[in-house]
């Protein structure tokens, strides 16, 4: 694609990452096949074509309007499209700087701007949690618009860490504190910790580490993100770089992780903390990419249940974070997870049909753009569902992902219990 910058965007580290992704598209439009957005409307401008032809407007001195910001902020982040392209463009490199430029130029509404300044501040905040507890307490008062916003407690409570003084095993890793899980699924970290505890590994949490920063990252508020790297990378390096350091940096929120993993390019142009960031980044791992190694212990653990195929069935939603921006699972290729677990003696079922479309989730979004996400989040659950005779034949249902967002965002639509796959190893160890 040709490109004519701007005077103003020539110079700028945006307009020459800009023109760099920009130039990479042959603009053949293969990309608004599997955009869930543009599946929805049927709008150009809401697929990725038309969102790259309107940030390259920008960046060659079109002015924005609110019609362009609205189309951009529809786009849910799910990377679909770069699995799709085949030319392999780094869709979400445009999008993390057109964003940015359209934002300064197009002012948004007061209620649009105090909505967006809240899930910044509070999501990332140690507030987050008793704020989330006070609205749990009083959801059922709320209207329908409002009520819906607010998960649900999780009826039990989360399985006990393992005793630290017990589990002094010589290999360790270290796990991502985190903002929203803790508060909304507890027992996500506390069966990481028991499975670990299970493989003879520790896990091990930085007290004054937090949020990775996706949220700030994802809704324009870069240097807030830059920040929140900094900061974590600060309370890691003590594991990291000691004589015995961890041997991975472990994030089980498949969102989360794929944002850590991006900390070399985010911190790229930082002197003080580039290579810091590099280094984290080779550590940093998925469960679900340590999962086969595992496997031998976990035979082993599991015994006579895993050799009889007899530990249960679920309904695995892999999140977009997972597929297409860490690429352990695939349309064409089952992911290590997938795998895995079926060695183990689970069934493990996909969707009906687009089983790596998105569900709606995308971190904020579902607050952003409700209705959009409303739909796909049932479209989805209509597809991992199964219906008549085949539900009962299958018995009890589990639903389970690999992030905490579009967890939390599938259960909203839903009775079936929605998990993340490391509770059922969890369970299936304890029992």
């Given at each position: ?47 990725p074509?038309g ?99 607010i ?48 493989l ?5 949490v ?59 390019s ?33 035979k ?16 695995f ?19 290590p997870?997938?795998t ?67 967890i ?24």
């Amino acid at each position: 694609m040709q490109t004519r910058l701007s005077p103003e965007h020539q110079a700028t580290p945006a307009g020459q990452q800009a023109q760099a992704v920009l130039r990479q598209c042959v603009h053949c439009g293969f990309c608004n096949a599997t955009c869930p957005t543009y599946r929805l409307t049927g709008n150009e401008l809401d697929g990725p074509r038309g969102r790259i032809y309107l940030m390259k407007q920008v960046f060659e001195g079109q002015a924005p309007t609110r019609t362009t910001q609205q189309h951009l902020d529809r786009c849910i982040g799910c990377r679909h499209c770069e699995s799709t392209c085949p030319s392999g463009v780094p869709y979400h490199e445009l999008l993390a700087v057109g964003q940015p430029v359209v934002d300064a130029a197009v002012a948004r509404p007061w209620r649009e701007r105090l909505l967006r300044w809240g899930l910044r501040t509070l999501m990332p905040s140690p507030l987050f949690t008793p704020a989330l507890r006070v609205g749990q307490a009083v959801r059922s008062f709320l209207p329908e618009h409002l009520r819906a916003q607010i998960p649900a407690r999780a009826p039990m409570a989360p399985p006990a860490w393992p005793d630290a003084r017990q589990s002094l095993h010589a290999r360790r890793v270290l796990m991502l504190k985190g903002c929203v899980q803790p508060g909304l699924r507890p027992h996500i970290d506390a069966a990481t910790a028991r499975v670990l505890d299970a493989l003879g590994i520790r896990a091990e949490v930085a007290a004054s580490s937090g949020c990775c920063g996706a949220v700030q990252g994802h809704m324009g508020d870069v240097e807030g993100a830059k920040v929140r790297a900094r900061r974590n990378i600060d309370a890691w390096w003590p594991y990291i770089a000691s004589a015995t350091p961890v041997e991975a940096v472990l994030v089980n929120a498949s969102g989360c992780g794929a944002w850590v993993k991006d900390h070399g390019s985010l911190l790229a142009d930082d002197p003080a903390y580039a290579d810091k960031a590099r280094r984290l980044v080779a550590l940093v791992r998925d469960p679900g990419e340590m999962l086969p190694a595992w496997l031998p212990v976990l035979k082993r653990k599991l015994g006579r249940k895993a050799a009889a195929g007899s530990l249960g069935g679920f309904t695995f939603h892999p999140p977009c974070s997972l597929s297409h921006a860490q690429r352990l699972s695939s349309a064409a290729k089952p992911g290590p997870i997938e795998t895995s677990l079926r060695e183990l003696g689970f069934e493990v079922r996909l969707a009906r049909q687009d089983s790596h479309q998105c569900c709606g989730a995308g971190g904020a979004y579902s607050v952003l753009q409700p209705e959009m996400s409303r739909q796909l989040r049932d479209l989805k659950l209509q597809a991992l569902l199964p219906q008549g005779a085949q539900s009962e034949a299958s018995g009890p249902q589990v639903i389970a992902s690999a992030n905490i967002g579009c967890i939390t965002h599938l259960q909203s639509g839903t009775d079936t219990p929605v998990k993340h796959w490391i509770e059922l190893l969890d369970e299936a160890l304890s029992h």
